[in-house]
C-alpha cells in the first residue's frame, strides 16, 4: 500500500503515514538516496529497518521533498534545508513524517504488553490506575509516546524520561493532552495530540499503533 494516511495535527502541521507492503527492492526501485544515505541503509542489520528507511523516503518523496532535501544534526536529529521542521518515526510496518513551520516531535509505537513490564522505568504507573490490562497498554503506549515526541523536540542530551517529562492527567478518547518537560531550572509546556491507528486489513492478525506528536504551546 503506499501513502495510508495525512493528518492535519494543527493549520501548520501535517501528519503523513506510510503502511509498508512492499519488498525490498519495489522500495529501492522507487526511492533516490544520497551516498550518505545509501552508506547507512547498507549499514542497517535488519530488513525491516532498512524498509522502515526507505517508507520514510517515499514519504519525503509524497510531501515534496527528496532525500537530498535533508541532513542529520550532531545528535541524529533531521532537519530540512529549507527550514520546515521535520520530526520522523518507524515502527515495525509502519513509517511516520511530520512537517511544520514550528519544532515538532513524532512517534509511533505498536502498542504491545512488553511496555508494562517497562512502565515504572519512564512513567508514573499510578497514572495506569482503574484502568483494564488492554487500557494500560494503550495508556501506557500514549504515555512513552509523549516523551519520545518531546525528547525528539527538544533534542538536548541529558533528558530524562522519568525525572524531567511530565504527562498531565488524560483519558484514551481525548486525543490530546498536555505535558511538561522540567529541565535546567526551566518548565516548558507542550500541546499533544494523540491517535490511535487500527492497522488491520482484512486477513490480518488485529494490530493498533499510537502516533504522537508533540508541539510548544
Ligand atoms: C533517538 C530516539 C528518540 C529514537 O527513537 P526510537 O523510538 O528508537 O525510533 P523512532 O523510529 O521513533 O525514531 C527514529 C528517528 O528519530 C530521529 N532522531 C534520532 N535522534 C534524534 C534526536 N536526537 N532528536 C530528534 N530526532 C532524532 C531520526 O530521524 C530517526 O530516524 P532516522 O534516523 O531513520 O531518520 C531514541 O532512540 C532515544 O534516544 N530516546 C531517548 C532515550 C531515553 O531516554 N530512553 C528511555 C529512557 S527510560
Redesign the pocket.
Known amino acids: 500500500m503506499p501513502l495510508f494516511k495525512i493528518i492535519d495535527i494543527n493549520p501548520s502541521a501535517k501528519v503523513f503515514l506510510w503502511k509498508i507492503t512492499e519488498d525490498f527492492n519495489e522500495l529501492f526501485r522507487n526511492v533516490s538516496l544520497k551516498d550518505t544515505s545509501l552508506a547507512?541503509l547498507e549499514g542497517m542489520k535488519s530488513e525491516s529497518?532498512q524498509k522502515?528507511?526507505m517508507a520514510?523516503r517515499m514519504l519525503f518523496q509524497e510531501a515534496g521533498y527528496s532525500d537530498f532535501d535533508?541532513y542529520?544534526?550532531a545528535?541524529?536529529?533531521?532537519h530540512l534545508k529549507d527550514g520546515t521542521h521535520?520530526?520522523?518515526?518507524?515502527?515495525f510496518d509502519f513509517s511516520a513524517i511530520v512537517l511544520s513551520t514550528c519544532n515538532i516531535?513524532?512517534?509511533?509505537?505498536l502498542v504491545k504488553d512488553k511496555v508494562l513490564r517497562?512502565a515504572p522505568?519512564?512513567m508514573d504507573v499510578s497514572h495506569l490506575d482503574n484502568l483494564s490490562e488492554a487500557e494500560q497498554m494503550r495508556k501506557a503506549t500514549v504515555v512513552w509516546g509523549i516523551?519520545?515526541a518531546i525528547?525528539?523536540?527538544?533534542?538536548e542530551v541529558g533528558?530524562?524520561?522519568?525525572d524531567h517529562i511530565f504527562e498531565s492527567p488524560f483519558q484514551l478518547s481525548d486525543k490530546k493532552c498536555s505535558a511538561e518537560l522540567h529541565f535546567n531550572n526551566v518548565i516548558q509546556h507542550y500541546d499533544i495530540i494523540f491517535e490511535e491507528i487500527d492497522a488491520n486489513a482484512n486477513g490480518e492478525l488485529k494490530q493498533v499503533y499510537t502516533l504522537v506528536c508533540a508541539v510548544e504551546s
Open positions: 547507512r529497518h522502515g528507511f520514510v535533508l542529520y544534526d545528535f541524529g536529529k533531521p521535520i520530526s520522523i518515526s518507524h515502527s516531535g513524532i512517534d509511533l509505537e517497562i522505568r519512564f516523551k519520545e525528547f525528539k523536540l527538544k533534542n533528558i530524562s524520561f522519568p
